[in-house]
């Protein structure tokens, strides 16, 4: 205990450079926009003014703000629920007693592939592969599906759709990973003692594997969440960049790029963008995490102790 | 009544794995189609899709080329900024970490708590303050301002703290201090060789979301010959690439294949490492 006392001092050392980093490439930068925000900032002039709440008047006058704010939304929810089901579907599967599923490391392994792939590059293959003359629409006209071929990249749906699945097909398999760890984290004994008690399947699944999983379900949520919020890769590169066809899928990444990239250079509305939706990303994901998390400390260990 | 159950298992069965050959086909099929046509030349990939390699690899790349594609000089790149991205990360990682575990300094719980937010917060939108402040430094179009931020990387030090506190040996340590070896000279000759397979597993992913990151890049950089893969998949579809589609496909396979052969040799330490930050929470 006195050896300790007399070492603890070191720990600054030891983080220092991640504080000192974190100052530099992470708090100011964060400070930095919020200043930004309050001015008329562009790339083209040295001068500039202080305008306040100018710059966020506009935006939530602004019909393109609420849009893209909207779509990122529609593609993360449309997206985020589907991958939650067949990741829940697919671990209940792998770890059910019964049916004794054979080689469940290839298939999550198979499953979590796409994760790892480049999303640009991704975008860009499905770009190719839905163009008008791409093979998706050689096939399905050469099979006789349709009689004319769709022009894919012009329609919304079609691209939201797209961008949906992509999105999809990069995560479900490492959501599924997550939820199957947490599930075969719980201890068996607990499963017997119900066992003993009577208790179904589907109470068992309710009443023990629920409960016991849900910080793990939080953490898929929240940082879920925080990535979709932010999502810009496969929206921008799936067709021109600017979230065609009309406004689709616009994000709100691509609309602060669209600003900061615009002939000017707007930096200080691109800044209220980001600024915007970090507030409210993050105070989204704050209150998950603290108002879920308080909840299920107590049957966790009422079901300790009950066992 | 057991028969019965028993083939009721069975018929449960079949249609599990009928759904999981549905799954892995529609999970493997745009990264094979991507890596077959970029065999094929721009004709056969008009005439229709096909899941053989055809014989054209050579002559996709050598169209590439002469578009002044420079997938090389990209490549590079990338491997140069992923590589220092990933030791920096590791090594402050762990150095963050072994901090919080072994010391209890005053202000711990603190800054851990901040690690916990910091992984719940979008801090990617924050890029246009981080943009104008690293112009201001003289940064931007510098591969620093990619790689110095692996310093404080809140998920990583997360990873690392998890990983710490399962094989921290404090007699170890203890053992070190008896031996007059300074603080530093034990984290470097004692822990970091205990914790290899922990730090491999952080650099895999290190290295990866690195390797993938286009947004960052993208804002950052701007001379032409610093262009990351991820960069130049994105000039892949402009007007001079229009009727190339196999020479397109080539380089985005470019990009995708390296990933994929690093995932199958070490498929073991990501699929174990997916879960650990987030498990034993």
Do not use: C
């Not at chain 1, 079609?158 to 201890?187: E, S």
């Not at chain 2, 096909?50 to 054209?56: D, F, G, R, V």
């Amino acid at each position: 205990m006195f050896k300790k006392l007399k070492y603890d001092h070191y720990g600054y050392l030891f983080v220092a450079p991640f504080i000192i980093g974190f100052l530099i490439f992470g708090l100011y930068p964060v400070l930095n926009t919020v200043f930004l925000s309050f001015t008329d900032r562009t790339l083209m002039s040295r001068t500039f003014n202080i305008t306040w709440f100018k710059n966020f008047q506009l935006l939530f006058a602004d019909k393109t703000f609420i849009t893209a704010v909207t779509n990122t939304w529609e593609l993360w929810l449309m997206n985020f629920i589907p991958q939650m089901g067949i990741a829940f579907l697919l671990s209940v599967f792998f770890t059910n007693l019964r049916l004794k599923i054979k080689g469940v490391g290839v298939w999550r392994m198979i499953f979590y592939m796409p994760n790892l792939m480049m999303a640009s590059a991704i975008a860009a293959l499905f770009f190719s592969l839905f163009s008008y003359y791409g093979p998706v629409n050689q096939f399905i006209v050469r099979s006789g599906f349709v009689a004319e071929a769709i022009d894919f990249i012009r329609k919304p749906s079609w691209m939201r759709g797209l961008v949906v699945f992509i999105q999809w097909w990069m995560w479900f398999g490492q959501t599924t990973i997550l939820l199957m760890a947490a599930m075969t984290a719980i201890p068996v004994s607990l499963y017997e003692a119900a066992l003993v008690d009577g208790a179904g399947s589907l109470q068992m699944f309710l009443h023990i594997t629920l409960p016991l999983i849900k910080p793990v379900m939080i953490y898929i949520l929240v940082t879920s969440l925080v990535g979709g919020m932010q999502m810009f890769d496969i929206p921008y590169l799936l067709t021109d960049g600017r979230g065609s066809p009309g406004n689709s899928i616009l994000t709100n990444t691509i609309n602060m790029y669209m600003k900061f990239h615009s002939s000017k250079g707007h930096i200080g509305a691109a800044s209220a963008v980001g600024l915007v939706v970090f507030l409210m990303t993050s105070i989204v994901a704050l209150l998950i995490f603290f108002l879920l998390r308080e909840k299920h400390d107590e049957p966790v260990k009422n079901g300790n102790r009950e066992k | 009544m057991n028969l019965s159950n028993h083939t009721l298992t069975n018929i449960q069965r079949f249609f599990v794995y009928l759904f999981l050959v549905v799954l892995v086909v529609i999970t493997l099929i745009p990264v094979w189609l991507l890596i077959v046509n970029a065999t094929r030349s721009t004709l056969e990939i008009q005439q229709g899709i096909s899941l053989l390699p055809s014989k054209y690899l050579m002559t996709n790349y050598r169209i590439l080329l002469s578009k002044g594609l420079d997938l090389p000089l990209g490549f590079m790149n990338s491997l140069t900024i992923a590589v220092l991205t990933t030791v920096i990360t590791v090594y402050f990682s762990m150095l963050t970490a072994y901090g919080l575990v072994v010391y209890n300094f005053k202000g711990r719980k603190t800054l851990y708590n901040l690690m916990l937010v910091l992984v719940m917060i979008p801090m990617q939108l924050s890029i246009i303050g981080f943009y104008q402040w690293m112009s201001k430094l003289g940064l931007t179009d510098s591969y620093a301002s990619l790689i110095l931020p692996g310093i404080a990387s809140a998920g990583s030090v997360f990873f690392a703290k998890q990983y710490l506190e399962s094989i921290m040996i404090q007699d170890l340590i203890d053992a070190g201090r008896i031996d007059g070896a300074s603080e530093l000279s034990i984290f470097h000759k004692i822990m970091l060789p205990i914790a290899v397979p922990g730090m491999f597993t952080l650099g895999i992913f290190a290295f990866v979301a690195s390797w993938n990151n286009f947004f960052n890049a993208f804002i950052l950089i701007t001379t032409r010959n610093k262009y990351t893969l991820p960069m130049l998949i994105q000039t892949l579809r402009g007007d001079v690439y229009r009727h190339e589609y196999g020479a397109i496909y080539l380089g985005l396979a470019a990009s995708v294949v390296p990933i994929i052969i690093i995932y199958f040799l070490f498929s073991r330490y990501i699929v174990n490492g997916i879960s650990m930050g987030a498990v034993k929470e």
